[in-house]
């Protein structure tokens, strides 16, 4: 205390003075010194609040990059998802869609298209239509072999009826007909037909009609007699061979003799007991073999004979087939068509005409290329002369 008394006595005057010159420097500075203190202030509230923003800036962009990569893991997350979910989704359609197509190949051979059914189907077609045409092919030949056996028994008939017309040129023991030529044997020229001489044929005929009508065959003495001339129908028996020396004849089959009309000759045994001598050999040589002179006629026959007689009744056959149908069956529409054959008679002896002949008519044996070059169609027959074209005969021809 008595150091602050004597500091007191001592520098009172200074520090009161030194005091009130601070007080009137400071009322002085005070609104300088507010303004800086402001100043101050609101820069370290200024460097507080920037301090406390920067924090908080780094605070929320930590908040916000760990929210982001929060938010961006999950949608990638869920995009991952989605597109596994996709993925599968494909993967197992298309493996659905294999497994139909395979099923429904399973079950559409199966079921709807079976090859081995089917298979086995057109097997069953193959043998059938096998069997079917062998049906058809036997029931063709059985068709043709009737319509052939008919078209035989009605060109025989015709032949026959044909025959039955020419009764007058049959041979009688006097005078030979035209079938039977005493020089047929020399010259080959003696007509067979069918395996035998037409002298055959027309003596077959005339005894047909002597029994129908009653009459025997063999009673040619008695019509002979009572005629008294040579006109009279001869004996059923083979004209024999001319004889030579007294030219006499033997007698007839009937067992009678016949005098030639104005020679005044008798048939008969000559005055010495033996028999005459004929013109021709009784028997021949043939391949060998001894045989009667009567069947070598048949040898003299011309080489090619069976087969033109063979080709013959072919065209017979075809040409009658074609006059019902084009085809080898006849239709049921009606009866059956007669086939076409010309009348004949004595004064109408014309060779036959082969009307399915396919050389008839046309301009040579075959269409040529030159032909071809004047006509696309060839003429095969002609009907009241109008050239008509049938395609199923020309094409035999070719």
């Given at each position: 205390m008595a150091t602050i008394a004597n500091l007191q006595r001592v520098h009172a005057p200074e520090l009161i003075k030194e005091y009130f010159s601070k007080c009137r420097l400071a009322e002085e500075r005070r609104e300088v010194e507010g303004k800086a203190v402001v100043k101050i202030q609101a820069y370290a509230r200024g460097f507080l609040v920037r301090r406390r923003l920067q924090r908080l800036e780094g605070t929320v962009l930590t908040i916000q990059r760990y929210w982001r990569g929060y938010l961006g893991r999950l949608r990638s997350k869920l995009a991952l998802e989605a597109y596994n979910r996709t993925l599968r989704k494909a993967y197992f359609n298309a493996m659905a869609t294999?497994?139909?197509?395979?099923?429904?190949?399973?079950?559409?051979?199966?079921?709807?298209h079976d090859f081995y059914a089917r298979k086995r189907y057109l097997q069953q077609v193959r043998e059938r239509n096998h069997q079917v045409r062998a049906e058809l092919s036997l029931e063709a030949e059985r068709a043709i072999i009737m319509q052939r056996q008919e078209a035989e028994e009605r060109a025989r008939k015709l032949f026959a009826d044909k025959l039955s017309k020419l009764h007058h040129l049959v041979s009688t023991s006097v005078q030979p007909g035209i079938f039977n030529s005493p020089y047929s044997i020399a010259t080959g020229t003696l007509p067979v037909i069918m395996g035998l001489p037409v002298e055959d044929?027309?003596?077959?005929?005339?005894?047909?009609?002597?029994?129908?009508?009653?009459?025997?065959?063999?009673?040619?003495?008695?019509?002979?007699?009572?005629?008294?001339?040579?006109?009279?129908?001869?004996?059923?028996?083979?004209?024999?061979?001319?004889?030579?020396?007294?030219?006499?004849?033997?007698?007839?089959?009937?067992?009678?003799s016949r005098s030639r009309s104005g020679s005044g000759r008798r048939s008969g045994a000559g005055g010495d007991g033996s028999g005459p001598t004929p013109v021709y050999a009784a028997t021949a040589e043939v391949a060998g073999r001894t045989v009667p002179a009567r069947h070598t006629l048949r040898q003299a026959a011309d080489y090619e004979a069976v087969h033109r007689e063979a080709l013959l009744e072919e065209k017979v056959h075809r040409g009658e087939m074609l006059s019902h149908h084009p085809?080898?069956?006849?239709?049921?529409?009606?009866?059956?068509?007669?086939?076409?054959?010309?009348?004949?008679?004595?004064?109408?002896?014309?060779?036959?005409g082969d009307p399915y002949d396919p050389t008839v008519g046309l301009r040579g044996p075959r269409f040529t290329p030159d032909q071809q070059a004047i006509s696309k169609n060839a003429f095969s027959r002609y009907l009241k002369r109008v050239p008509m074209f049938d395609k199923n005969m020309a094409a035999e021809a070719y």
């Open positions: 294999i497994i139909q197509r395979w099923w429904r190949g399973f079950y559409s051979r199966k079921h709807i044929h027309l003596k077959s005929a005339v005894k047909a009609q002597l029994a129908a009508l009653g009459q025997p065959h063999g009673g040619g003495n008695s019509a002979g007699a009572a005629s008294g001339g040579g006109g009279s129908l001869a004996g059923s028996g083979r004209l024999p061979p001319l004889m030579g020396g007294s030219g006499r004849l033997p007698q007839s089959a009937g067992g009678g085809q080898a069956f006849t239709t049921a529409l009606g009866a059956v068509k007669a086939p076409f054959f010309d009348l004949q008679s004595n004064r109408n002896l014309l060779p036959y």
